[in-house]
């Protein structure tokens, strides 16, 4: 599987079985240059929500002093308020909706700055209103890094008509 991506651009990529899916994001996924969204959030079920925040951040000597602020600022800009973002940032993964698990996975991707962000499966078990959030994730990252790619990778064959994608790859 080869391919380039163009800075800017939206990609989707359709896989047709959870193989294809896996074997891509293997050869794709190079930390922190690309950072992922899944499902789960990729969260660590032990460690409160913060400790899932700065966790990668630290580790790739990305941490700076206005973090915190930076992190209100972030999950701001999705929709949540000071108040709602500290009780948020309290709790451990389990006692979050599917919905607060990618919002933690985003804003910790932004955190990282990376060039491509990977939206794997984000659709599934999000309300309609949830799903028009998720939406806007990518137009929130934009803001802070235009130049930096976005690829969507599902199972939908019409996951294209929802993100307007420049470009399709089928596996």
């Known amino acids: 599987m080869l391919f380039e991506?163009?800075?800017?651009?939206?990609?989707?990529?359709?896989?047709h079985s959870e193989e294809d899916k896996n074997s891509f994001l293997e050869l794709f996924l190079r930390p922190p240059v690309s950072a992922i969204i899944s499902p789960d959030g990729g969260l660590l079920n032990n460690i409160r929500v913060d400790e899932n925040m700065l966790l990668p951040v630290s580790y790739h000597g990305l941490l700076t002093e206005p973090i915190e602020r930076h992190i209100t600022e972030l999950f701001g800009e999705c929709g949540w308020n000071v108040a709602m973002t500290h009780e948020l940032l309290n709790k451990i993964p389990s006692q979050l909706s599917s919905y607060q698990k990618r919002l933690v996975a985003f804003v910790r991707s932004v955190l990282m700055n990376p060039s491509v962000m990977v939206y794997?499966?984000?659709?599934?078990?999000?309300?309609?209103?949830?799903?028009?959030?998720?939406?806007?994730?990518?137009?929130?990252?934009?803001?802070?890094?235009?130049?930096?790619?976005?690829?969507?990778?599902?199972?939908?064959?019409?996951?294209?008509?929802?993100?307007?994608?420049n470009q399709t790859f089928i596996l």
């Open 5 to 15: 991506l163009d800075k800017g651009y939206r990609y989707s990529v359709v896989a």
């Open 120 to 165: 794997d499966s984000i659709w599934g078990g999000v309300t309609k209103v949830e799903m028009e959030q998720l939406q806007r994730f990518d137009d929130v990252f934009r803001r802070y890094s235009p130049a930096y790619t976005a690829v969507y990778i599902d199972f939908d064959t019409q996951l294209n008509s929802q993100i307007h994608a």
